[in-house]
C-alpha cells in the first residue's frame, strides 16, 4: 500500500496547525503497510516563504513518491529572499554608500593598476568621474571592472605613507562625500550602521547639533579606512570575489549593522534550525521527526531515510544528524543528497565529529563556480550567486568557506589543507567514492546529471530532479 507522505510546516522551530498530527498519521501508515519503504525528507532553501515552499511541495511529491518513496516536506519559513532584496536595494540607494565605493573603487584599481617597482609613489588612481562611469555599467547589465584581476602580491594591506596620505586626503577633500555622510547623519536611525559606528555616530550628531562638523569627517574617513582596508586583505590573500563585489561587500560591512545588510535575518534562520531539535516532540517539529523515526524502528521496521536539502536545507540537514546521533539508536542511518549547500565547511565538520557513523551514503549537487559567479541573484547590484553573498556578507568571516561553492574544493592555496584543515577532513572523510560532488553542467549519466545554472533552480532542473529520483529509487 502506497503512503501519500505529509508536509509539516515550522515557525522557529516550532509546529505548525495540523502539522505534528499529519506527520503522526503519515508515520503510523508506514509503520502498518510494513516492509522497509524509502522515506524521504525534503528541506527547502532559505529564499523561499511558507507558499512558495508549500507551492513547491505540492509540486514535489508526485515526483517524489513516483520512486517509491514516502515523502515528507519540512516547509520552515524563512522568505530570506525578500528580505535581502528589499535591503539591498535600500543600500544602494543610500549616496553615502555609493560615495564609499567609488573611493574605495578608485583606490583599488589604483594599486591594482601599480605599475612594477613603483612602492613608495603616489598612486595613479583614474578620476572619480571614470570610476562613475565605470560603475554605471551596471545598468546595462554589466559587471564593473570584470576584466580588473590584480595579483594578490599588488594589494598587500601595508599602505606606504604616500598611499595612506593620498587615500586620507582623498576622503576628506569629498565634499560630495560629507554632504551625504551629514544627510545619513541629521536623520539616521543609529542602530542601523555597524556597531563600532554607533558612539562615533552619537557624538557626531551632538556635534551637528552645536554647528561642528570635525567628527562628521572623522566618521567618513572611518569608514572608508575599514571599506579599504578589508577589501585589500582579502583581495592580497586571494579571498576576493572579485575587485568590484569585493568592495561591495566590505563597504556594506563597514556601514551597516548586520540586520541591514542581512547577516541577522542569515543568523536568525540558522538558530531556528538548532531550535526545530529542543525537547519536546509534540512542540518542536525536528524532535517530531526523530521521534517517529525511532517509534518505526521500534516496530521493527527498517527503511531507508533520504534527507535531501537544498541551500539553507543543508544547514537543517546537519542539524538533524547531529540531533539524531545523540537520540536516536546507533544502527539509524541517514542517506544524504545536498543540492547547492549553504552550510560552512565548520558546521559539516563539526557535524561529522559528532555523528561520524550516521551517514550511510551521499551525493552533493553544486553550481561549478563558472556559473555561481554568473548567477545575479540581485541583478545588476550584486552580481553573484547567493551563496557568494553568504559566503562574503552574511557569514562572520569574510569568504567563508562553504560546502556548495566549488571554488573551495580546490584544496590549493588559499584553500590548501595547511590553510584550511576543515575542508580536508570533510573531502577526505565524506569524499571517498568516485563522483561524490556534481557540478554543474554534469552529464555523466543516471545520478549522476546536473544541469542547474542558477541557486533556486535545483529543485526542479529536469536533469537534477533526475539524478535525485534515481539515488531515492536506487540508491547512490
Known amino acids: 500500500m502506497a503512503v501519500s507522505g505529509c508536509s509539516i510546516v515550522l515557525k522557529d522551530g516550532e509546529l505548525m496547525g495540523s502539522s505534528r498530527l499529519d506527520l503522526k498519521t503519515t508515520m503510523e501508515s508506514v509503520r502498518n503497510a510494513g516492509g522497509n519503504p524509502t522515506i524521504a525528507i525534503h528541506f527547502h532553501g532559505g529564499l523561499v516563504g511558507q507558499s512558495d515552499a508549500e507551492g513547491a511541495a ?22 530570506l529572499f525578500e528580505t535581502l532584496q528589499n535591503n539591498w536595494k535600500e543600500i544602494f540607494k543610500t549616496e553615502f554608500f555609493e560615495g564609499i565605493l567609488e573611493r574605495v573603487l578608485q583606490f583599488l584599481v589604483g594599486r591594482a593598476e601599480q605599475p612594477p617597482g ?39 594591506p601595508d599602505l606606504t605613507v604616500a598611499e595612506d596620505q593620498q587615500f586620507k586626503e582623498a576622503i576628506l577633500k569629498d565634499a560630495s562625500l560629507a ?20 558612539d562615533a ?22 569608514v572608508a579606512v575599514k ?5 585589500l586583505r582579502r583581495l592580497n590573500r586571494g579571498r576576493g570575489h572579485g575587485l568590484y563585489v569585493t568592495a561591495v561587500e566590505e563597504v556594506a560591512k563597514a556601514i551597516f549593522a548586520a540586520d541591514v545588510f542581512g547577516r541577522f535575518a542569515w543568523n536568525a534562520m540558522k538558530q531556528d534550525t ?49 540531533a539524531a546521533a545523540k537520540r536516536l539508536p546507533a544502527d539509524i542511518k541517514f542517506e544524504i543528497i545536498l543540492l547547492a549547500p549553504a552550510c560552512t565547511f565548520t558546521l559539516f565538520d563539526s557535524m561529522l565529529t559528532l ?49 556548495g561553492m566549488q571554488r573551495f574544493h580546490s584544496r590549493k592555496s588559499p584553500f590548501s589543507d595547511d590553510e584550511i584543515p576543515g575542508i580536508k577532513r570533510v573531502i577526505e572523510t565524506i569524499g571517498s567514492r568516485e563522483h561524490t560532488w556534481i557540478w554543474s553542467m554534469s552529464s555523466i549519466g543516471a545520478g549522476f546529471d546536473c544541469g542547474a545554472a542558477s541557486h533556486g533552480g535545483f529543485d526542479f ?16
Open 58 to 79: 505540492s509540486k514535489l511529491a508526485p515526483e517524489y513518491a513516483s520512486t517509491g518513496s514516502v515523502p515528507i516536506f519540512v516547509i520552515w519559513q524563512t522568505g
Open 227 to 231: 571599506a579599504f582596508m578589508g577589501a
Open 461 to 476: 532542473e529536469p536533469n537534477t530532479l533526475s539524478s535525485v529520483k534515481h539515488i531515492l529509487q536506487n540508491g547512490t
Open 201 to 222: 555616530i552619537r557624538d557626531s550628531e551632538k556635534e551637528m547639533a552645536a554647528g561642528g562638523r570635525g567628527l562628521i569627517t572623522a566618521f567618513v574617513l572611518g
Open 274 to 322: 538548532k531550535d526545530a531539535f529542543q525537547d519536546g516532540d509534540e512542540r518542536f517539529g525536528g524532535t517530531a521527526l526523530l521521534y517517529e523515526l525511532e517509534q518505526i524502528w521500534a516496530h521493527g521496521l527498517r527503511p531507508r531515510i533520504v534527507l535531501v536539502g537544498h541551500s539553507a536545507g543543508a544547514i537543517f540537514v546537519c542539524e538533524m544528524l547531529k
Open 355 to 403: 555523528a561520524p557513523d550516521r551517514i550511510a551514503a551521499f551525493r552533493c549537487f553544486g553550481m561549478s563556480d563558472e556559473f555561481e559567479q554568473k548567477d545575479a541573484m540581485l541583478g545588476n547590484l550584486y552580481p553573484r550567486s547567493l551563496l557568494y553573498l553568504v559566503s562574503g556578507a552574511l557569514e562572520e568571516a569574510a569568504d567563508e568557506p562553504l560546502l
Open 118 to 156: 613603483a612602492r613608495g609613489a603616489p598612486l595613479d588612481v583614474p578620476h572619480p568621474k571614470e570610476v562613475r562611469k565605470e560603475v554605471a555599467k551596471r545598468k546595462t547589465g554589466e559587471e564593473p571592472y570584470q576584466g580588473l584581476n590584480p595579483e594578490p602580491a599588488k594589494m598587500a
Open 179 to 198: 554632504a551625504s555622510a551629514h544627510a545619513i547623519l541629521k536623520n539616521a536611525d543609529v542602530r542601523q550602521f555597524e556597531p563600532e559606528l554607533q
